[in-house]
């Protein structure tokens, strides 16, 4: 009994590794060596509480320096150019980074082997980069859209077969606002490598172009002047730059013409609505547009040869 209650620390609990030629816990026990038992566990136990304590204070003073770095990272963000999106993408990508690093190093003042903790987070890494290459794909073309900015907040665009207003660039979707009021989300990464159409223009005018078709044997002359005396009187039709009416190609049973005049950012989808109407009516009235289309088929009788 007297054995039991004269324990001893051993120099090799807290700073000193145990040798690997020590005995477990299991032979100690099987030899009845219950004085040695427990000993090692109150080292064990001090291992652990010092351990703990490390790992906690660890963690307090890097929390702290990442904070400040953020801080600091976000004020030199503020004063550049940087849109808003890429600032909070930059910002939550340092984040996990640095407490990544943290992470790695309280593991490894705590005497974990980091090497290990490394090829296991490799491994996992794979495994979910194979099954979400299609998200990786889309996180990259969002890094791509928010550093070569195409378009921006607010743009008019065409991509993709689709066209509407940016509302908001993501990271991993792009949300357009169409002139009917729908919601469309786009993947980034087909959309960072098609084509882009940017209908926005410095001063906040946008074109629009209307193809008209008229019949054969109309006056090119004619059908010039009433378009644009159909721009000229509408009132959200801008007077500069000056709107544009021309033949452009002549189809097998139509003649082709090119209307184009520009509005407002707000105005241009009742600009063109309103023209098309417009235009349909006027030129039915005329006589220069026919409901059908008409097609010409010419026969001949090829004379029989004597045999």
């Given amino acids: 009994m007297m054995t039991l209650l004269q324990i ?5 609990s807290i700073f000193v590794p145990r040798s690997p030629n020590d005995p477990s816990f299991g032979q100690l026990i099987k030899e009845g060596r219950y004085d040695h038992v427990l000993d090692n566990i109150l080292a064990w136990g001090i291992d652990l509480i010092v351990n703990i304590l490390i790992a906690i204070v660890l963690f307090i003073i890097g929390r702290f320096l990442i904070t400040k770095i953020d801080n600091f990272v976000a004020k030199i963000m503020r004063k550049s150019s940087i849109d808003n999106t890429l600032k909070g993408f930059i910002s939550s990508v340092l984040q996990t980074f640095l407490f990544i690093v943290l992470f790695m190093i309280i593991i490894n003042s705590v005497g974990v082997k980091t090497i290990s903790i490394a090829a296991i987070i490799g491994t996992v890494g794979l495994a979910i980069g194979l099954a979400m290459k299609d998200n990786l794909s889309n996180f990259a073309g969002g890094v791509m859209i928010l550093l070569s900015k195409p378009f921006r907040s607010g743009d008019y665009i065409r991509a993709l077969n689709l066209e509407g207003t940016v509302e908001r660039i993501g990271i991993m979707h792009t949300i357009l606002r169409t002139g009917d009021n729908k919601t469309i989300y786009i993947p980034n990464g087909p959309l960072s490598t098609g084509n882009i159409i940017n209908n926005n223009s410095l001063d906040g005018t946008l074109r629009t172009e209307i193809i008209v078709n008229v019949d054969y044997g109309c006056n090119v002359d ?16 801008l007077k500069q730059p000056v709107p544009f009416a021309r033949m452009s190609k002549i189809n ?6 090119v209307f184009r005049v520009w509005a407002k950012k707000g105005d241009l989808a009742d600009v063109n609505h309103d023209l098309s109407e417009t235009v349909y009516k006027q030129l039915y009235e005329r006589g220069l547009i026919s409901s059908t289309q008409r097609m010409s088929v010419y026969l001949t009788k090829e004379e029989e040869k004597p045999v």
């Fill in 252 to 257: 097998p049973t139509s003649l082709e013409f």
């Fill in 222 to 237: 004619e059908v010039k002047e009433l378009l644009l005396q159909i721009a000229a009187r509408h009132p959200k039709v």
């Fill in 8 to 12: 001893s620390l051993p120099t090799d």
